[in-house]
């Protein structure tokens, strides 16, 4: 990680991509260090989980039905 500007965080992720973490100006106190105020933590999922489940085909509505919807 690089921090050559103190109000933005960047760094390469694993697959080359850049990323860029800028904080605006606040008067939080809990923010009033920006970016020192940050830790990097280890990630706790790496990786794409299982696919959702694929919905449920449904017939197409009519389109006097759907009309009829309408109130036209």
């Known amino acids: 990680m690089q921090a ?6 960047q760094t390469t992720l694993p697959d080359g991509r850049r ?3 800028s904080l605006p100006t606040t008067d939080a106190e ?3 260090d920006g970016i020192k105020g940050l ?4 990630a706790t999922h ?5 696919e959702p489940p694929a919905l449920p085909v449904r017939p197409a509505i009519p389109l006097e ?3 009829l919807s ?3």
């Open 19 to 21: 990323m860029t973490l």
């Open 30 to 32: 809990w923010a009033s």
């Open 65 to 67: 039905m759907a009309i």
């Open 70 to 72: 309408l109130g036209i």
């Open 4 to 9: 050559d500007d103190p109000s933005k965080l």
């Open 39 to 42: 830790r990097a933590v280890p």
């Open 46 to 50: 790496t990786g794409r989980g299982e």
